[in-house]
């Protein structure tokens, strides 16, 4: 009897044409999660199996297919050869010691001897013998022992179906450019659009030594957990600290933040062009601070030239953006006490609804082209 894990996938099917593109990217992605765990896998019938694995690896495969998008659920499975006997000894391993449960039957090999509620029925009633705290509910019953009685004179015999991540895979919907703070949003953001099975690599701005090492250490591995879900990504990092301080020096303080959010617009659009990416993503989330106003983002999207700005969050509330930062296992991280950039000078009185013409006539007082290119010369790129 041998262990396997079943895959069943989600809105593939909805791709007609394109099925088998969608299949073989779905594929590529499930390997490249499971690299360096000895294991096969195989098509079957519209699912995938996970095979030849060391029974002690199931822990670690099912972690890790849990972040591939575009898997419905999972579940771990007994295959055998398809006769009752070797069914029912699965099944009893499948079964709970105690509880109500019912058997479910799917026959797709039409040539086995009972047909689905005779198999259902006779498993059902050898284990109500064999176990006598057992009993039978139909209806609402805590366990479901399950049997696919396969064409290819195999049976799969499982208990519980585990959720997936759900989405597309990654790499079906181009490629996005996440803007990454250390904070709980950004992450958040790159997740939901990566689920949509767009790749990612992200950019992160410093202003070293305003903000200290711990803070880049902190995106890094915001970005490293990103990456298990986006199949790899590349980290670019930039140094903003000269902008700030000519923005401090030349301009109103109270636009800083205004302003620099401008220059990371900028930057993000070359850095966008340079590795393919078709957008930018930010992690803004409609009134949350002072400069995530209607106004603020008119203000910053006015020096994208060409791309469109993606705000997966822009409707969600904090505790919604927690709970999810949590789920995908970002949140611990994010907490992590350590400055952003955008902390740094930061005003007391920020404007939260700039005016055109007042950031403009600012932002007259600064060599944008220039800093914009000395900032790109800072650039360090992380792969993952
Ligand atoms: P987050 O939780 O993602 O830090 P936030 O609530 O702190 O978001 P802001 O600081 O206003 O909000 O940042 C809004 C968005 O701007 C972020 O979600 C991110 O996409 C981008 N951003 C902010 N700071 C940086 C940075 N240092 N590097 C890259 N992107 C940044
Ligand atoms: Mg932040």
Same mark, same amino acid.
């Given at each position: 009897m041998e262990k396997v894990i079943i895959i069943r996938y989600c809105e593939l099917y909805l791709k007609g044409k394109n099925r088998g593109y969608f299949e073989r990217l779905f594929a590529v992605n499930i390997e490249r999660s499971l690299k360096g765990i000895r294991h096969e896998l195989r098509r079957k019938s519209g699912r995938y199996l996970i095979e030849g694995f060391e029974e002690d690896? @199931?822990? $670690?495969?099912?972690?890790? &297919?849990?972040?591939?998008?575009?898997?419905? *659920?999972?579940?771990?499975?007994? +295959?055998?050869?398809?006769?009752?006997?070797?069914?029912y000894a699965a099944a009893r391993l499948v079964a709970p010691l105690c509880g109500t449960f019912k058997v479910e039957t799917h026959r797709a090999d039409k040539s086995f001897p009972m047909n689905s509620m005779q198999l259902s029925a006779a498993i059902g009633g050898r284990l109500l013998d064999d176990v006598k705290s057992l009993s039978v509910d139909v209806h609402s019953p805590e366990h479901v022992v399950n049997i696919d009685v396969r064409e290819d004179g195999t049976s799969l015999v499982f208990g519980s179906f585990i959720k997936g991540a759900g989405g597309m895979p990654v790499g079906s919907a181009?490629?996005?450019?996440?803007?990454?703070?250390?904070?709980?949003?950004?992450?958040?953001?790159? =997740?939901?659009? /990566?689920?949509?099975?767009?790749?990612?690599?992200? #950019? =992160?701005?410093?202003?070293?030594?305003?903000?200290?090492?711990?803070? +880049?250490?902190?995106?890094?591995?915001? /970005?490293?957990? &990103?990456?298990?879900?986006?199949?790899?990504?590349? &980290? =670019? @990092?930039?140094?903003? *600290?000269?902008?700030?301080? %000519?923005?401090?020096? +030349?301009?109103?303080?109270?636009?800083?933040? !205004?302003?620099? $959010? $401008?220059?990371?617009?900028?930057?993000?659009?070359?850095?966008?062009?340079?590795?393919?990416?078709?957008?930018?993503?930010?992690?803004?989330?409609?009134?949350?601070? /002072?400069?995530?106003?209607? %106004?603020?983002?008119?203000s910053s999207n006015a020096v994208i030239e060409r791309l469109? #700005?993606? $705000?997966?969050?822009?409707?969600?509330?904090k505790n919604e953006?927690? %709970?999810?930062?949590?789920?995908?296992? !970002?949140?611990?991280?994010?907490?992590?006490?350590? %400055?952003?950039?955008?902390? @740094?000078? &930061?005003p007391k009185h920020p404007v939260t609804r700039p005016k055109m013409e007042d950031v403009l006539s600012e932002e007259a007082k600064l060599d944008v082209q220039a800093l914009v290119a000395e900032a790109l010369s800072t650039l360090e790129i992380i792969k993952f």
């Open positions: 690896d @199931v822990d $670690r495969i099912l972690s890790k &297919l849990c972040k591939v998008f575009g898997i419905h *659920t999972l579940s771990v499975a007994y +295959k055998v050869s398809s006769d009752f006997d070797n069914i181009g490629k996005g450019l996440l803007l990454i703070s250390g904070g709980i949003d950004s992450p958040v953001a790159g =997740h939901m659009i /990566a689920k949509r099975g767009m790749s990612l690599d992200c #950019v =992160h701005f410093h202003s070293y030594p305003y903000t200290n090492m711990q803070a +880049k250490e902190k995106v890094i591995d915001l /970005a490293k957990i &990103l990456s298990e879900y986006a199949c790899g990504m590349n &980290l =670019h @990092v930039i140094k903003v *600290t000269h902008i700030q301080e %000519e923005i401090h020096k +030349k301009c109103n303080g109270e636009y800083m933040v !205004t302003l620099l $959010r $401008r220059f990371m617009m900028r930057i993000a659009e070359k850095i966008a062009e340079s590795c393919g990416a078709q957008c930018i993503i930010t992690g803004e989330s409609l009134g949350q601070v /002072a400069s995530q106003t209607i %106004e603020g983002m008119t469109p #700005v993606l $705000r997966p969050l822009c409707g969600f509330d953006i927690i %709970e999810r930062s949590k789920d995908i296992g !970002t949140y611990d991280i994010s907490i992590l006490p350590y %400055e952003d950039c955008c902390t @740094v000078f &930061l």
